[in-house]
């Protein structure tokens, strides 16, 4: 039986499924929204907005159901695209930055992977460098 690895879609005979990969985005617009202070306890979720008339790719940032503020523009694309492809995605505020007008999260999924890739992603998160190779 073989398996096909998500990130370099080569087959493999085992993939590893507890890889969690993490990427940093930028959380805005806090200032027209109650100027929420993000904190290391806030329950965060993400959900598209596609009816936003200046941004169709918007995605809203939620803490327990209340909308306090946006995605990036420059980072809403991709972190949209990561939502589509592991919606069991998680807002980690572990390594939280907040600075005047905007917050650093991170956005955490697993991937089912083989054992190179698995080996290559590792030092790449460690390093800062991931999604992906092809992304570079
Ligand atoms: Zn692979």
């Given at each position: ?35 929420h ?6 329950n ?25 503020g ?37 956005f955490?999924?697993?991937q ?25």
């Amino acid at each position: 039986m073989s398996f096909i690895c998500s990130s370099c879609k080569e087959e493999a005979s085992q993939l590893y499924t507890d890889t969690i990969v993490s990427s940093l985005f930028i959380v805005v617009g806090m200032r027209f929204h109650g100027n929420h202070k993000f904190t290391k306890y806030d329950n965060v979720t993400l959900e598209f907005e596609p009816t936003n008339q200046y941004d169709e790719n918007a995605i809203k940032v939620m803490v327990d159901g209340i909308h306090w503020g946006y995605v990036a523009k420059d980072n809403n694309k991709c972190i949209g695209d990561l939502m589509r492809q592991y919606p069991k995605y998680h807002v980690s505020t572990d390594r939280i930055m907040n600075y005047n007008l905007s917050t650093k999260l991170d956005f955490e999924y697993s991937q089912n992977i083989c054992e190179k890739c698995s080996n290559w992603v590792l030092g790449a998160t460690l390093l800062g460098i991931y999604p992906s190779p092809s992304d570079l």
